[in-house]
């Protein structure tokens, strides 16, 4: 075969290997800083700079290489071992992580930092990336440069093309993080040997025999552990990975990475267990988890008791969809495959909702499901989703809200899940106006309260927001009637999170919606355009300060109550 020809299709190779990085890379270094917008404009900005670098060094020295072929081998070689030496550093970056974490009261700067950080981390190989392209420029223009360029540039997009399918919908989900980083390093080590075996016979049994035993031995020691991915970074810094406890679940699926971490061991007692989405919590069998989970389903039972159909958007643990599954024709939308596994660990309190014939998963994104639906639904519920997560953060908005309230029927209430840990009072003023536009009728609950007789004092971190398309009847009388009305089973389950009666839980009221009229005229609106909170919610969770939003609250409506 022709080299010009060789080297043109060793290049769309090489825009195959590179997207598979650069899509590979995205989940473990969102381990380590986190998955917001803030984070991927990192690693892509890290990753487009050490091309830049590359193609601008190269272009000053290309005139003087003398074998562009093997110089171009080479690099696509070194490209492949250090792919996989990535392994083994990914590993070590929590613990530099914890380091700067300090910076994090300065947000600017301690962005900055982890910039330059991921920067270092990708520069070796990026570099060299981007100093291809001036070599292969070089080499297969031969005066044409036009359609030299252009052809050489196509091939390359269309590698790239291939590279982000084939990582996101094949190798991610089929082989996992580690596996597909090995997958490109072999592609790059072909690349490279093939070109070699074309250009210079004598030495590709001694450069093969090199970089085969170094590739060998790096993917052998690489260790993609997630166990220490877990001990710091966005979600962890404190770097002791014993209080984590051990990893008893852990895949990589489409659209997340999903790990169940066992948190407590004795064996006299049912083990406390917790569940990370992309490294983050989001539920488990903790207290609080499981306070938000029960008040997701209960709250609006004991508001309106008829409610004979609801629809969850998100399983998680499965815990509410498992509790409403018990009284009510419940239908769950997932995204993830993954995270319906992983909620088997859950089956003592999700009441092993998967096996209730009252209860059906559907497997879809949410709000797709809703654009699509017909049916009309007494209670939505939607689970834990936090407006800093790139890939939630369209749950915060107006439209959003309104999807919900046309699925809703006339006496439907809507219940979701609010973080304001990750909100400033006027985040959550944004967030509230934003709601109240589309459920001008609502009430909010307290995940916990700090006046409460339980074993440690915890503030208010989370709310349960529920809204209504008419007025909502929040009598004490009528809630506590409803709890006692409950199953037993049911109250077993409240009295072991310390919610025994209807008291205990009525006492969680925050506010009605005539308690905070006034509250968010000066607020912006959350919508599709405008997903304010996508940027401000991802400064707030390294600086949390929930108290400041409830002092907020409880000071506008005292303030209204005097006047």
Do not use: C
């Amino acid at each position: 075969m022709n080299l010009r020809k060789l080297l043109l299709i060793a290049f769309v190779f090489s825009g195959i290997a590179a997207l598979i990085y650069e899509l590979t890379w995205i989940r473990p270094l969102q381990f380590l800083l986190g998955s917001t917008v803030y984070t991927i404009s990192i690693i892509f900005a890290a990753f487009m700079a050490g091309l830049s670098i590359g193609s601008w060094i190269m272009s000053r020295y290309v005139d003087d290489i003398k074998n562009l072929p093997k110089t171009y081998a080479l690099f696509e070689i070194i490209i492949g071992l250090y792919g996989v030496l990535l392994l083994s550093i990914f590993n070590l970056l929590p613990r530099i992580y914890n380091y700067i974490y300090g910076l994090h009261i300065y947000f600017y700067i301690f962005e900055f930092v982890q910039f330059i950080l991921i920067f270092i981390v990708l520069l070796i190989p990026t570099t060299l990336m981007g100093a291809t392209f001036p070599i292969i420029a070089k080499y297969y223009a031969e005066g044409k440069i036009g359609k030299g360029i252009g052809e050489i540039y196509s091939a390359n997009n269309l590698g790239a093309i291939i590279g982000s399918f084939g990582a996101g919908f094949i190798l991610i989900p089929v082989l996992g993080i580690k596996y597909s980083i090995i997958f490109a390093g072999v592609i790059n080590l072909i690349v490279g040997l093939g070109i070699i075996l074309a250009v210079d016979k004598k030495s590709l049994k001694n450069t093969a025999l090199i970089a085969i035993l170094i590739f060998a031995i790096l993917v052998l020691v690489g260790n993609y552990n997630i166990q220490k991915m877990h001990s710091g970074g966005f979600y962890r810094t404190d770097p002791n990975t014993g209080t984590l406890g051990d990893v008893v679940y852990y895949d990589e699926g489409l659209y997340a990475t999903v790990t169940v971490r066992e948190l407590t061991k004795d064996p006299t007692k049912e083990s406390i267990k917790s569940l990370f989405i992309n490294g983050y919590g989001q539920g488990g069998a903790t207290i609080l988890d499981l306070r938000v989970n029960f008040l997701l389903a209960y709250l609006p039972l004991l508001i309106n008791p008829k409610t004979e159909n609801a629809l969850v958007i998100g399983l998680g643990t499965g815990t509410t969809s498992g509790q409403l599954a018990q009284l009510t024709k419940t239908t769950t939308i997932e995204i993830e495959p993954k995270i319906v596994e992983a909620s088997d660990h859950f089956k003592l309190f999700n009441a092993n909702v998967l096996e209730n014939p009252n209860h059906k998963l559907i497997i879809d994104d949410g709000r797709n499901y809703l654009l699509k639906n017909k049916e009309k639904y007494n209670l939505i519920a939607l689970e834990s989703t936090n407006s800093w997560q790139s890939f939630s953060t369209q749950l915060y908005s107006r439209e959003f809200f309104e999807l919900i309230k046309e699925d809703l029927d006339d006496d439907g209430l809507f219940v979701k899940w609010v973080p304001i840990y990750l909100m400033s009072p006027e985040d959550f003023k944004n967030f509230y106006k934003t709601f109240s536009s589309v459920f001008p009728y609502n009430a909010a609950f307290a995940n916990i309260k700090p006046d409460e007789d339980t074993p440690a004092r915890f503030d208010t971190s989370e709310i349960i927001l529920i809204g209504s398309k008419k007025e909502l009847e929040i009598d004490k009388d009528k809630f506590i009637q409803n709890y006692n009305a409950l199953p037993e089973q049911s109250k077993k389950y409240l009295d072991a999170i310390r919610l025994g009666s209807g008291d205990e839980i009525y006492h969680l009221l925050l506010f009605t919606s005539q308690d905070m009229r006034g509250y968010a005229d000066d607020a912006e609106f959350v919508t599709d355009d405008n997903l304010i909170l996508e940027f401000s919610a991802a400064k707030n969770v390294l600086n949390q300060k929930p108290k400041e939003v409830i002092d907020a609250i409880n000071a506008f409506i005292e303030k209204n109550v005097v006047k």
